[in-house]
């Protein structure tokens, strides 16, 4: 969507858009109050800002949003249609790395209480396991941030992959 058609979408509309970035409802509705933007450099750099102050109450309700990597998202709502393209991925890895990232999915959640969360989108199967691999050598505060900058990370590459300043709006 172009920028100026977010900017005058009704509430709950421009809610439901920035909820599919982040489903962190704060975010989401600080988000939509501080419209109009006018630019997707705006809104990506306010979204940023907000997201800058995210901590574990933030990443818990985001993450009971999120599929597992490796598991195909279920549902058929614009969040759902994002993490299958976000994880895609992963249909191409090998037998041995998906044993391996289900065992550490399970391995992470039993230390952390919560699922893992990486951005998924621009890296290999190899590169999500070794990163959830590094992560659970992490201790708790250390893995809020570092979850929470990955959850930050997906927010802005869907805003930017969902809102343009091209062309004319419609």
């Known amino acids: 969507m172009h920028i100026d058609d977010f900017d005058t979408l009704d509430v709950p509309a421009a809610t439901a858009t920035a909820t599919v970035w982040a489903a962190v409802p704060p975010w989401a509705d600080a988000l939509v109050a501080g419209r109009p933007y006018g630019s997707t450099t705006a809104l990506a750099d306010r979204a940023a800002a907000l997201a800058a102050g995210w901590g574990r109450p933030e990443l818990d309700a985001a993450l009971a949003h999120h599929p597992r990597i490796g598991e ?4 058929t709502g614009a969040e759902a249609a994002a993490s299958r393209r976000e994880q ?3 249909a191409d890895a090998g037998a041995d790395v998906a044993a391996r990232m289900a065992a550490g999915n399970r391995a992470y959640e039993d ?8 951005r998924a989108a621009g890296r290999t199967p190899d590169e999500m396991l070794a990163e959830l691999e590094r992560r659970l050598a992490h201790d708790d505060a250390t893995e809020v941030v570092e979850a929470c900058d990955q959850l930050a990370q997906i927010a802005l590459l869907r805003l930017r992959a969902d809102v343009t300043d091209e062309g004319t709006t419609p």
């Open 88 to 90: 895609a991925s992963m």
């Open 111 to 118: 230390r952390f209480g919560r699922v893992f969360l990486i």
């Open 72 to 75: 195909r998202p279920a549902g």
